[in-house]
């Protein structure tokens, strides 16, 4: 029996289990303008950070397997994590914690209304939104307890993306091209309406930082763009991808999202473990899926995308 295409997901978060922010909690707290408006943020993301993941954890057991379900668990644990952190901010900033919000349970509607696909498409639209937002978060205050709990969600983010986008393509493979093409776009449409909400609910916090909401919803909407756009189909080609392919698309996956083409000496074991884990990945899902499609010719399909790529091209120079 194959293993589990997710049993390098599992160990990656393994890893990764009970690391704690290296912060200097101590440090003392300057009191500066937008605090308030800070606070108020920041209670709102530690809402959304503390579901316990009872469905997905439900749905992965049953749609996908016990491996799967094993990293979701995981995953979930490490969002808590990260609520617990906001809720070390938000006392800092003296910010008073919320039961609710409507954006919190729209996303959990939302989230609940579908299968599996619609989870992770959600999560993954939470997840990219959180890109954006905690590189704003660190600008928008000086404060060194901030600084390094945004910087080490942030690591664990791109980590969420890329556990999430493994689990997306695998669910969209079962898809007809046509139906998986509009899915994209539907969810394309998603995120922008989803980052220009966030972008006006926290347009405060956007001001400090120097950032105008249409800033925030473009660098947002160019994530998912990319990772619709940059990603190519390795899947079901004569002759098959090769290990150097596989290994040039995750590293493309990580530049996009990480925004480093060239990772600084910090966070280059950051950087290099995070290909590692989607090159990995994405080996064992090419291996595990099966389709009765015949296989596509790599000539053939690069000369129809060269056409698309010069249409597009002119239409863009019209």
């Known amino acids: 029996m194959a293993a589990s295409p997710y049993c390098v997901w599992l160990e990656y978060f ?3 289990r009970g690391v704690e922010l290296d912060a200097p909690l101590q440090a003392p707290f300057l009191e500066r303008p937008g605090r ?41 644990a490490e969002e808590a994590q990260h ?42 639209t939470a997840e990219i939104i ?19 709990a945004c910087e080490r969600i942030l690591v664990d983010e791109r980590g969420h993306v890329a556990f999430h986008e493994a689990t997306l393509g695998r669910e969209l493979a079962r898809m007809a091209p046509p ?9 394309r449409s998603f995120v922008a309406v989803t980052a220009s909400v966030v ?29 619709c756009r940059n990603i190519r189909t390795l899947y079901n080609f004569e002759p098959p991808a090769t290990e150097d392919e596989v290994r040039a698309a ?12 060239k990772p600084s000496a910090a966070n280059a074991e950051a950087f290099e473990q995070a290909v590692d884990a989607v ?27 060269r056409a698309r790529r010069a249409a597009r091209e002119a239409a863009e120079a019209a």
């Open 199 to 227: 972008a006006f609910d926290h347009r405060k916090v956007l001001a400090l930082a120097g950032v105008t909401q249409a800033q925030f919803a473009r660098v947002t909407r160019g994530y998912a763009s990319d990772m």
């Open 36 to 76: 308030a408006a800070l606070a108020r943020s920041l209670a709102r993301f530690e809402l959304g950070e503390s579901g316990d993941g009872a469905r997905i954890r439900g749905l992965a057991e049953r749609e996908v397997g016990a491996t799967y379900a094993r990293a979701v668990k995981l995953f979930v």
């Open 179 to 187: 139906a998986r093409g509009a899915a994209l776009l539907a969810w």
């Open 130 to 148: 959180a890109l954006s937002y905690y590189r704003v978060l660190a600008l928008a205050y000086d404060d060194p307890v901030l600084s390094a």
């Open 83 to 124: 609520a617990r952190w906001l809720t070390i901010l938000r006392e800092r900033f003296a910010g008073e914690r919320i039961d609710s919000h409507w954006s919190d349970r729209v996303f959990v509607v939302l989230r609940h209304t579908g299968g599996l696909r619609r989870e992770i498409l959600v999560l993954l």
């Open 14 to 16: 393994e890893r990764r």
């Open 250 to 261: 995750a590293l493309q996956y990580v530049r996009k999202i990480s925004g480093f083409t």
């Open 279 to 305: 090159a990995d990945v994405s080996r064992h899902l090419l291996d595990a899926l099966v389709t009765s499609a015949p296989q596509k010719d790599r000539e053939t399909e690069a000369a129809k995308a």
